[in-house]
C-alpha cells in the first residue's frame, strides 16, 4: 500500500534529520539557522507521520 510506503519514507527521514541535528548542534560553531530549519522540518514530518497512523488506525477500525 502507497501510504505505508511514504510512512516508512518519513520515519525513516526523520530518523536521519535526528542523527543530522544532533551531530550539528555537536558542532563548536554550529549553525544556529540550519539547527532550527531542520528542526521545523523534523516537526513537520513528526506531524505528518502522527496523521498518517492516526489515518491507518481509524480506517482499520
Excluded at 40 to 59: A, F, G, N, T
Amino acid at each position: 500500500m502507497a501510504i505505508e510506503q511514504r510512512l516508512r519514507e518519513l520515519d525513516a527521514r526523520h530518523r536521519d534529520l535526528d542523527l543530522i541535528i544532533e551531530n550539528e548542534a555537536k558542532r563548536p560553531s554550529a549553525d544556529l539557522t540550519r539547527l532550527s530549519a531542520m528542526k521545523r522540518q523534523k516537526l513537520k514530518i513528526k506531524e505528518e507521520i502522527e496523521d498518517i497512523r492516526l489515518r491507518l488506525s481509524i480506517s482499520h477500525h
